[in-house]
């Protein structure tokens, strides 16, 4: 009978049939969810001959759920996800108005999930805007709760933000609010426990990759306390609870600010192997790393608490509804966010049977309409079966 994944002593204990809830997500999620899982499953039985297998789950969510039950993200759904550890999604529609908040932000913030993990990598055959776009391989550790993403803000002229401007200049002697009538106030929580979790995190990534180098990426240089923290509080932790690991070489941590971060991606990816960064300079970074391996339409993604060893794993582009119902969304985000969900339970034969048919089927010029230019390209359906045949 399948079983759930389950977490005990830091340790994700995986059966061999585990039950593995999914949201199909809206949009493009219904065409490239049915393939993906096809996909998933063959992957599966090549790897292991039949000794696992995978119980999928449908869990609802978004338009799917709202047509249903008239709720976007039903409570059930979520202790669904919460009670099985893992999940895997297609897009999500956000309603507009009404003050729904973002289903994405909305799953992350219940399951506390501190690190967004964005591995960039290129695939033979994409189109690349730079010369050598297989030099960069590089993993990204964003923190996900903290930061200006905490929403802590008052707008120009209203009330609150008055008393905000007011305390700020009579009690904490701030003189340099350049327009205090006419400014708008945002607050940045950076703490030391939201950024060591996040480190320790890129760190053990890392080590159990056998990369050596992490790089610390802030803005230091301006925000001394709260981008210039989670520098100082990463080189802490790197020392107390890796020592032993930078002492014999097997790790280096450095750091860089984010602005050269943005330069040196482009002039000499290959310097880096996994990065850490706060929230925001995090959105900035997976955006331009994804774009300059062409990977904007493919990147995968996973959100995650190593501490709970709760994770969702993501298909990283909107519902697309442009092409939805068409079959001819490329299904590789999701694809490769599976194969972070194989890596994360050790099925990693599974993620390198699915990453290499992959490889083999973009080196053959197979690609779904998004990428293949004025070449004849392959439906969703066609795809997944070139990739199967692959495998
Ligand atoms: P949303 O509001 O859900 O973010 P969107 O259309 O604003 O949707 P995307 O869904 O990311 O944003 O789409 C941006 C463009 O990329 C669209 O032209 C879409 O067709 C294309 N696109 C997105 N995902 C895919 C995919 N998996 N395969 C092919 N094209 C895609």
Redesign the pocket.
């Known amino acids: 009978m399948a079983e759930k994944v389950t977490f005990k002593n830091g340790k994700l204990h995986v059966p061999a049939d585990p039950i593995i809830p999914y949201i199909e997500g809206?949009?493009?999620g219904q065409d490239?969810w049915q393939n993906a899982q096809l996909v998933f499953d063959r992957a599966v039985e090549k790897a292991y001959k039949g000794s696992r297998k995978i119980e999928w789950l449908e869990v609802l969510a978004g338009k799917k759920a709202f047509s249903q039950s008239g709720v976007w993200l039903p409570d059930a759904s979520l202790e669904v996800i919460k009670s099985h550890l893992l999940a895997i999604k297609g897009?999500?529609?956000?309603p507009v108005g009404g003050g729904i908040r973002s289903l994405n932000v909305a799953l992350r913030q219940e399951l506390d999930l501190f690190a967004c993990v964005r591995p960039v990598r290129y695939f033979q055959g994409v189109p690349s805007p730079l010369k050598h776009p297989e030099k960069t391989d590089i993993t990204i550790f964003r923190e996900n709760t903290e930061d200006i993403y905490a929403g802590i803000e008052w707008e120009a002229g209203s009330s609150q933000v008055q008393k905000v401007i007011e305390f700020l200049q009579t009690q904490m002697q701030v003189q340099k609010i350049r327009f205090p009538e006419s400014s708008s106030i945002g607050i940045k929580p950076i703490s030391i426990e939201g950024s060591k979790r996040l480190i320790r995190s890129a760190i053990d990534y890392a080590l159990a990759k056998g990369l050596r180098k992490v790089t610390l990426v802030h803005k230091g240089n301006i925000q001394k306390f709260t981008e210039g923290g989670f520098r100082k509080w990463g080189y802490e932790l790197a020392q107390e609870e890796y020592a032993a690991e930078l002492e014999k070489g097997r790790l280096v941590v450095d750091d860089i600010i984010a602005d050269n971060f943005l330069q040196q991606i482009l002039l000499n990816p290959e310097r880096f192997d996994v990065v850490a960064l706060t929230n925001l300079n995090g959105d900035y970074a997976s955006d331009a790393l994804a774009a300059q391996v062409g990977g904007i339409?493919?990147s995968p993604g996973a959100n995650i608490n190593y501490q709970t060893g709760h994770a969702i794993f993501e298909?990283t582009?909107?519902?697309?509804?442009?092409?939805t119902g068409q079959d001819?969304?490329?299904?590789?985000?999701?694809l490769l966010s599976g194969c972070m969900l194989f890596e994360y339970i050790g099925w990693k034969e599974a993620a390198d049977l699915i990453t290499a048919a992959i490889e083999k089927s973009f080196a053959a010029g197979c690609f779904?309409?998004?990428l293949a230019g004025e070449a004849p390209s392959y439906s969703t359906s066609e795809f997944a079966q070139v990739l199967i045949e692959n495998l």
């Open positions: 809206d949009g493009v490239i897009p999500l529609e956000t339409g493919i298909a582009h909107g519902t697309a509804p442009d092409i001819k969304a490329n299904p590789c985000s999701l779904t309409a998004d």
